[in-house]
């Protein structure tokens, strides 16, 4: 295993807390080394790697109940008659 | 209403249907969802999604065909929640942006990582929970949970929709998460989970 720069440290050289990288990987904003990156640093962060599953969860959670299906019948007909009322 | 400084376009009547239909219209849903989740309420948010895509047919030409339809759509369907909805309610908006961004850019941070919300709590939350639990957020915070975690929008679209600087999106994001786990913390104490 290579001793790899943490990718997450930006171009001011500041080392990222744990939080900070978490969220990067939570916004879904995480690259490839980033990830793989985490996925190392949860082996030996307790608190990280807890918390990474529980935000997971609700992630999971918010997408399967909050999306909330498709919208209510004959609004895709009411938008188009309206659209077209306006070109005639 | 442009979303960038593209250019004005010219199309014709055709073209100008053809983006209607198939870049606009396959938004639909996530539109309606959009619009349900700012507005609490199903009737208002059929107009807003109706104003909207009667908004981005009007200005359909400030849309450069073959971007991103999505966020731009998104983002007329806030600022006509903004301007039409949010001033009709006179919700003021509770977000007091300055702390957030000290709040985020403090040393407490990283002492907010001690999880005490478990898997297996959120497990149990198989009915309203979590989506009250989001509709009970300020609408800033409720917003960026929104286009991230259901959308799957990024720091720059989201940006972009909202008018603010890639940093707020951030952070706002960071508060709106933590304010979201303190519901659900409530909510796993009331079902029973005491060390939840
Ligand atoms: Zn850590």
Redesign the interface.
């Known amino acids: 295993m290579a001793t790899s720069q943490n990718p997450f440290i930006q171009a001011d050289g500041k080392k990222p807390?744990?939080?900070?990288m978490?969220?990067t990987i939570?916004?879904?904003?995480a690259t490839r080394e980033q990830k793989d990156y985490f996925k190392q640093h949860m082996d030996g962060c307790m608190?990280?790697y807890?918390?990474y599953?529980?935000?997971m969860?609700?992630?999971e959670?918010?997408?399967a109940?909050?999306?909330?299906?498709?919208?209510?019948e004959g609004?895709?007909e009411?938008?188009k008659a309206?659209?077209n009322s306006?070109?005639a | 209403m442009e979303f960038e400084d593209a250019p004005r376009q010219h199309y014709s009547e055709t073209e100008k249907q053809g983006i209607f239909n198939n870049e606009f219209m396959p938004h639909i849903h996530s539109m309606y969802n959009f619009g349900y989740r700012l507005t609490l309420d199903r009737d208002d948010a059929k107009d807003l999604v109706q104003d909207t895509y009667l908004k981005a047919y009007r200005f359909i030409e400030s849309f450069q065909k073959g971007t991103n339809a999505k966020a731009w759509l998104f983002r007329i369907l806030k600022n006509s929640f903004i301007n039409d909805y949010r001033k009709k309610s006179k919700e003021p908006s509770k977000v007091d942006y300055q702390e957030v961004e000290t709040y985020y850019n403090s040393e407490e941070v990283d002492r907010q990582i001690t999880p005490d919300l478990r898997v297996e709590s959120l497990k149990d939350m198989i009915g309203d929970e979590i989506s009250n639990a989001l509709n009970s957020l300020d609408v800033d915070f409720r917003t960026v949970i929104i286009l991230c975690d259901l959308e799957g929008f990024k720091y720059e679209e989201m940006a972009k929709i909202l008018d603010i600087p890639i940093g707020t999106v951030r952070s706002r994001l960071h508060r709106a998460r933590n304010l979201l786990k303190e519901k659900l913390k409530s909510y796993a104490k009331s079902m029973g989970y005491n060390n939840a």
């Open positions: 807390t744990c939080m900070e978490l969220q939570l916004d879904g904003e608190p990280c807890k918390e599953n529980v935000d969860a609700i992630k959670l918010l997408k109940k909050c999306c909330g299906g498709n919208c209510p609004l895709v009411q938008i309206k659209v306006t070109i």
